[in-house]
């Protein structure tokens, strides 16, 4: 069986089912593929009739006891509570089964902890891995004063110094800065909300740090033009992936950056491209031809037809929704492996078209602009690449022959 409208359902779904097969043909799955997602959907209807249940019942326990069933039965396939995520979430969709429905914080701290992540990300528009990582780090603290009322109203500028100078020393020095970053935004925050009576974020010590003391790790050009090389354009992935490496290599834009644009944000007519970064500003940057011209072709030849997601980039397989994060940096890890440069993230592409400007003449202010750092001094530690500069500024070393 290889037509969808050959699978019959019946029970508690069966009027779902036309428009399901719908869903699936527009997310651009196979005929093949939504045959056995309708055969998933005609055995949960048939197990929830003889249940005596209805779509209304579908929650999180109601589908882990079908699937437990389901494996109990024989079934090899589609036997898991991920396998069921294309059908409940078109059925929730269409509100006929119940919503996701997340746990409810267990604990005083859990509770402090989920209105802090929702503080972080509606008055900071914070990113949702950032609020995951700043949430992780001052669980600890937490734990150890406690979150009783009477706890919060003892808190002292000693006990928050005390935390830090305990906890700091045995992370790395990117945990650390995480650590006292992430507690100054909780103590302001327990200060808005009035659970303690005065801003403590001043007695957070800083984290030992030396700016510009590193150095950019940029790709080489000829790095860069094997990376792009490795892409095969004449199949749908190689097409998306070279518009996506070509994009992070010229405009140094950051993975999330990339997986958050949509076709609206590329305006051909003006050659410009609209970025959402760091705390939700929205910035045009201009579209070079370079650019452009991988982004035509992997929307021709490459985008899926069926795609009815709004996103620039989507799933070749699918269903065909936007690329996450993660999916971008994927693009670039799996690139670096098959130009045989080791493991090469996102952002090693953000150092290397900065180091590109600077070495074609760009000054530091112009590629802080095309980066969107907020401060300059972010940007200066591309100074420290431009070597022929720095040698124009060295002094000889005393006794040295000039």
């Not at 003449?361 to 720095?390: M, N």
Request: charged share 25%; net charge positive; glycine share 10%.
């Amino acid at each position: 069986m290889s037509s969808p409208s050959k699978v019959r359902v019946r029970g508690p779904l069966e009027a779902f089912a036309p428009g399901f097969a719908d869903e699936l043909r527009g997310l651009g799955y196979t005929p093949v593929s939504a045959v056995f997602q309708l055969q998933l959907m005609a055995h949960a209807s048939r197990w929830l009739r003889e249940a005596g249940l209805g779509s209304d019942a579908l929650t999180g326990d109601v589908v882990e006891r079908f699937v437990a069933e389901r494996r109990a039965a024989g079934y090899t396939n589609y036997v898991t509570a991920r396998a069921m995520a294309p059908l409940l979430g078109y059925l929730r969709a269409i509100g006929v089964a119940p919503g996701s429905l997340r746990p409810q914080p267990a604990t005083p701290a859990e509770r402090v902890l989920e209105r802090f992540g929702e503080y972080l990300k509606i008055e900071r528009g914070l990113a949702d891995g950032t609020v995951v990582d700043y949430v992780g780090a001052v669980r600890p603290f937490l734990d150890a004063i406690g979150t009783d009322e009477e706890d919060l109203r003892r808190l002292a500028a000693a006990d928050v110094t005390a935390f830090v100078v305990a906890r700091c020393p045995c992370q790395s020095r990117g945990a650390a800065k995480m650590t006292v970053t992430a507690l100054r935004s909780l103590l302001g925050f327990l200060h808005v909300e009035g659970l303690i009576a005065r801003s403590l974020v001043g007695a957070v010590p800083s984290a030992a740090s030396w700016r510009l003391s590193g150095l950019p790790r940029a790709l080489e050009p000829e790095q860069v033009r094997r990376l792009l090389d490795s892409c095969d354009r004449s199949a749908r992935t190689g097409r998306r992936d070279l518009a996506i490496l070509t994009m992070l290599a010229r405009l140094g834009l950051r993975a999330g950056e990339v997986a958050g644009l949509s076709l609206e944000d590329v305006n051909w007519r003006a050659g410009e491209l609209v970025v959402v970064g760091k705390g939700r500003r929205a910035e045009r940057l201009p579209l070079p031809v370079d650019v452009g011209e991988a982004i035509t072709s992997y929307l021709r030849d490459g985008r899926p037809d069926s795609a009815q997601d709004r996103s620039l980039f989507v799933r070749v397989k699918a269903p065909h929704r936007g690329l996450t994060s993660a999916g971008v940096s994927q693009v670039v890890v799996s690139a670096g492996r098959r130009a045989g440069l080791g493991q090469i993230h996102a952002h090693r592409l953000r150092h290397s078209a900065a180091t590109q400007m600077l070495r074609a003449g760009g000054s530091l202010e112009e590629i802080g602009q095309v980066l969107r750092h907020r401060a300059a001094l972010t940007t200066a530690i591309y100074a420290k690449v431009d070597r022929d500069a720095l040698r124009e500024l060295a002094r000889p070393w005393p006794g040295a022959r000039s």
